[in-house]
Structure formats: structure tokens, C-alpha cells
């Protein structure tokens, strides 16, 4: 069973704007049993998944809370790793890239990505650990 990977990554203008956009294929004898392809844009990120049966996740660039990159020695020796994006979505709360090329720039530019578009948004994520709010019901 093999895998096939295929990156792209497209400049649009200047600055830190691309797509990037990944499509994998795993393959079986010679034929395709599964596809993947991760597309990144400076608005949201995009996951679709399946052959037959497909599925599609989306998470806004604006609920990115927090951005983690794994990479296993095997993934090391083939200039791959794995992405792991934490949002605020109630459908999937995390969405890995698997197994992607150019994942510490993709990396980045989601972090970059999802500050500049929660400034446009003028939302920001806190999290505020300490505070719970059946004790302030309590004191009225």
C-alpha cells in the first residue's frame, strides 16, 4: 500500500497571502482507495476526505485557537510532519494535516493567518480560566 503526496503552494500578490493546497492517494495494487486534499487560504481551512463517501471540514481562519506541529522520525526523514489545529468549531475541534510537506511555513501562516483575520473580525479568544459564574449568581 503506498502513498502519493502532492504540494502546492501559490503566491497570490504580495506579502504573506497563498493557498496551499495538498492532495494525497493512497494506494492499493495500483489503485486509489483514499483521497485527501488539504487546501489552506488566507480565510479558512479546508479538509475533504473519502473516495466513494467523501467529507468536508472547514474550520474560519478567525477560530484557529492554537496551532501545534508534530513530526515523528519517519516523518523527519521524508520532510513531513503533521498540524494540528485547535478551534473553536463545535463539528471538529481539531483538524490534523497529515503527513504534509512545508508543514513548519504552514505552521506559521496559520498562526499569522488566524491573528490577522480575528483583527479584521475585531475578535479576539480568551479563555478565562479562574472565573465561574454560578458563584456570582450566588452573591445576589
Known sequence: MGQENEGIMENRGSGSEFDYIEKKRTKFLGLPLYFTKYSISQEKINIRRGFLTTTEDDAYMYKVQDVRLTRSLMERMF???TVIC??????DPTLELKHIRHS???KEYIIHASEEARLRRRTRY???VGNDDSEDEDND
Open 79 to 81: 520532510k513531513l510532519g
Open 86 to 91: 485547535y478551534t473553536g468549531d463545535t463539528t
Open 104 to 106: 513548519k511555513e504552514i
Open 126 to 128: 480568551n479563555v478565562d
